[in-house]
């Protein structure tokens, strides 16, 4: 495939993803990994990078034990891939694992010291730990490995390569991030008290009576993040499937990165089951052949509103 056409489809393939649509770009992934294993003039580059974007989906799909197999495959074909290992963290993080994600945030860390998410993940980790490893947490830790130095120019070189690109202004569901105005010390502690009170009703199973507080908390300090994504949690459990995404959506204007606003509002996702329009199939990378190009050709009539059932799409 001439390499601007295999760009053009790298690019659509993503795309799935981005439209929230994670179990159906899994899909596509596994029958692009699957097809391209079979190639005997494949690229262990492309594939690493399908298993790592296949664990993206998992990741915000939830699938945290998915997301961490995928990473493993896509860091055997292409080590130290930073993308596998942030994303392998995530999962290991969400699972409590914090000594694997410890050990992959430093990893990370090792190839770009200037990553955000690899800073924030390793401060997350370093007080998990020693809440529950206390002061010796570092003793238990796994072997951190080391990145060579001709590894860390390479990565270096394709970072300086992609930072000539201009970055779009960050957004969330289509909107541009906004900064929520400072609440007062006073306006702070008052919502921090009536946050505790909801955590301590969850504690008790009263759901219900913790996302009143978590509101009311909110009202006077509505940029903590941790109101938020405990609400959500409160809504999967009464089942308000929209408010709990709802919450995780503002959680992650306050913190793109937040792991439990991504995995609870992955949770919501899956109850709900959403289905929307998937426009590309992973196959396109592949070397055309007749079963691909009828299957691409039933796909693209589907979403041209033909031979498909409109119960299947969103409205």
């Not at 596998?84 to 290991?92: F, T």
């Not at 090792?110 to 490893?133: S, V």
């Not at 400072?182 to 009170?197: N, R, V």
């Amino acid at each position: 495939m001439p390499p601007k056409q295999k760009s053009k489809c790298w690019a659509e393939l993503k795309q799935v993803g981005k439209t929230g649509q994670y179990g159906e770009a899994t899909n596509l992934y596994s029958q692009a990994i699957k097809a391209l294993e079979k190639n005997s003039k494949r690229n262990p580059e492309d594939l690493a990078i399908l298993y790592s974007n296949r664990a993206a989906s998992y990741l915000k799909d939830g699938n945290c034990g998915e997301c961490v197999k995928d990473c493993n495959m896509s860091l055997e074909l292409s080590q130290f891939n930073v993308k596998s290992l942030l994303r392998r963290a995530a999962a290991y993080e969400a699972l409590e694992r914090y000594r694997q994600a410890y050990v992959d945030y430093k990893t990370a860390l090792q190839i770009d010291c200037n990553i955000a998410a690899a800073h924030d993940g390793t401060n997350r980790m370093t007080k998990a730990l020693t809440e529950t490893d206390g002061p010796s947490w570092r003793e238990k830790l796994p072997p951190i490995p080391t990145v060579p130095l001709s590894v860390k120019e390479k990565l270096a070189q394709m970072s300086a390569g992609n930072a000539t690109q201009p970055s779009p202004t960050p957004q969330q569901n289509g909107t541009t991030q906004t900064k929520k105005p400072a609440p007062s010390d006073k306006e702070i502690k008052k919502a921090q008290a009536l946050k505790e009170e909801g955590n301590a009703l969850v504690k008790k199973g009263e759901h219900k009576k913790a996302i009143e507080k978590y509101s009311q908390s909110l009202k006077h300090n509505p940029t903590e993040v941790t109101t938020y994504t405990n609400r959500a949690l409160c809504y999967l459990s009464v089942k308000q499937y929209r408010d709990a995404i709802r919450d995780c959506d503002e959680a992650l204007v306050i913190d793109s990165n937040n792991v439990k606003a991504l995995y609870r509002r992955a949770q919501a996702h899956k109850e709900l089951k959403v289905r929307a329009r998937v426009f590309i199939i992973a196959l396109q990378l592949l070397i055309p052949t007749q079963r691909n190009q009828t299957l691409v050709s039933k796909v693209s009539a589907g979403f041209q509103g033909k031979r498909q059932n409109k119960k299947h799409f969103l409205p």
